[in-house]
């Protein structure tokens, strides 16, 4: 029976093996970090990892820290769905139209290479602070999911295009039945790295344009009190962190159910 047991365990623990090395690494940073924090002995220069902790705990109490988050998520997600829907339709478009690859390339290189810091600043003076953050996530992740959605719509092997030439279909007919199943898988597989991206830009864009109810003007008003609140700040910048992750999970999740529903069609 204890032979059975250990085994058991060994089998849970293999299946299991990544997991808890990034549990463990995860730990030892924590570690390393509280040490740290210890000998400088300087919480405005660092706080020690249980202080801010402690901190995220009292933050977890208070209402005012669900209305910030939610509304931060809410901002995150409009500008992501809106920066997704947009490049793949457009992306997949230019795919097979040229003139309008050549016209979004103007577009496309500023929307990749503009500042975030430098855009808000100046689109504050014509957006409301509270869309800003939604604007500025879109043209952060528009230009990415384009240039995926196009790239895989010019890779569609010739063979297939000239059996749709030859049966007369539609390009609307086509992007329904045959791009969007084929190019919203390869599209989809980024969403791990873009989706974080998004965050960051919309917290950023928060702190930047003091946008009401939102992390960024959360983290704003702890920098502004940095030798009492560095603790608070530190467990802004944690929560901020768990939301990408968990935003991350359940847009992957949402994107395949959709991906699913596509991949079932055949052209007929």
């Not at 919480?43 to 990892?49: D, E, I, N, Y």
Request: one cysteine or more; aromatic letters at 12%.
């Amino acid at each position: 029976m204890t032979t059975n047991c250990l085994y058991d365990m060994k089998q849970i623990i293999y299946k299991n093996r990544y997991w808890l090395i990034t549990i463990g690494a995860a730990l030892v940073f924590f570690g390393i970090w509280e040490l740290v924090a210890r000998l400088i002995n300087v919480s405005a220069v660092l706080p020690t990892f249980t202080s801010v902790i402690l901190a995220l705990c009292d933050l977890l109490t208070s209402g005012n820290f669900y209305v910030s988050v939610g509304y931060t998520l809410l901002r995150a997600i409009v500008g992501y769905v809106i920066a997704f829907i947009l490049g793949l339709i457009i992306g997949i478009t230019a795919g097979k139209y040229k003139g309008l690859a050549a016209a979004m390339k103007p577009l496309n290189a500023f929307m990749r290479t503009v500042p975030v810091a430098a855009v808000t600043l100046v689109f504050a003076i014509w957006i409301g602070s509270n869309i800003l953050p939604s604007v500025i996530g879109i043209l952060l992740i528009f230009p990415v999911i384009y240039e995926q959605s196009r790239s895989a719509t010019e890779n569609i092997p010739r063979d297939l295009e000239n059996v749709m030439d030859e049966a007369g279909a539609s390009f609307a007919y086509r992007f329904r039945r045959v791009y969007l199943p084929m190019i919203l898988p390869q599209v989809m597989s980024g969403i791990s790295s873009t989706f974080g991206m998004n965050v960051k830009a919309v917290i950023t864009a928060e702190t930047l344009a003091y946008s009401l109810h939102s992390i960024g003007i959360q983290i704003y008003y702890a920098k502004t009190n940095f030798i009492t609140e560095s603790p608070t700040l530190f467990a802004w910048v944690i929560a901020a962190v768990i939301l990408s992750v968990l935003l991350e999970v359940i847009l992957k999740k949402a994107i395949k159910l959709l991906t699913d529903k596509f991949s079932s069609a055949v052209i007929s």
